[in-house]
């Protein structure tokens, strides 16, 4: 099983709101990955768990907070977005994050809008 | 430090061949390569070490050159679901985060 799933696949929250998107592997994978995409731009990575403890914090605000409460599941908290926060949210996993040897696995994505 | 690809854009028939570069102004530990049709995710091609070597399956194969610190992507007899947006992703000797180019939208017409 080669699948990272993504809940939910498009979300649309006010300003003020305080909502979670979910990534899940079974993939045994100790690295998880956090990227967010911009219409026709490369993903940009946010964040980096290794075997569960954040190891790579890109300088994102914080009204983005990632928690990887197990192996298998990475959340990311979101609060007070703002509309340029609007984009695609992929999430990936590797088997470790060493030296980039690995291939990562991505998400289909969350669409999220900002509104 | 982005990697810069060229070209930007690439239109081709269905069986003509096409090459994607990818290059860096920085030492190079591995190039990853990923393929993202419209509204999917990313999927993964091939990862390619330093070492010079070449890698390829099906008719996509790859090079990474090193010591010029670029990698090309090789798409022969093209299909049309070649189609995407062609990624690499680059990561230097001391890092293990990826970088990713500005990507190369290919589209293969019948």
């Known amino acids: 099983d080669t699948e990272v799933t993504q809940t939910p696949k498009h979300l649309v929250m006010g300003m003020t709101n305080k909502k979670s998107l979910k990534c899940e592997q079974h993939m045994g994978h100790r690295a998880m990955y956090w990227y967010k995409q911009k219409a026709k731009k490369p993903p940009e990575l946010m964040f980096v768990?290794?075997?569960?403890?954040?190891?790579i914090n890109e300088s994102v605000p914080s009204r983005f907070s990632p928690e990887c409460p197990n192996s298998s599941l990475l959340n990311l908290h979101l609060h007070a977005l703002q509309p340029e926060d609007s984009a695609l949210y992929l999430c990936a996993s590797s088997l470790t994050r060493t030296g980039s040897s690995y291939e990562q696995y991505f998400g289909p994505g969350t669409r999220l809008t900002v509104t | 430090q982005q990697p810069v690809q060229s070209p930007q854009a690439v239109i081709l028939r269905e069986g003509e061949d096409a090459v994607i570069n990818c290059s860096s102004s920085?030492?190079?530990?591995?190039v990853h390569w990923y393929r993202q049709k419209h509204g999917e995710a990313p999927i993964f091609l091939m990862i390619l070490l330093k070492g010079g070597e070449q890698k390829g399956h099906d008719k996509i194969s790859a090079s990474f050159n090193e010591k010029k610190q670029q990698s090309s992507l090789y798409l022969t007899a093209s299909q049309l679901s070649y189609s995407g947006t062609y990624f690499c992703?680059?990561?230097?000797?001391?890092?293990?985060?990826?970088?990713f180019g500005e990507g190369t939208q290919l589209t293969v017409n019948p």
């Open positions: 992703g680059t990561s230097a000797p001391s890092g293990s985060r990826l970088t």
């Open positions: 768990y290794s075997y569960e403890k954040l190891s």
């Open positions: 920085k030492a190079l530990y591995s």
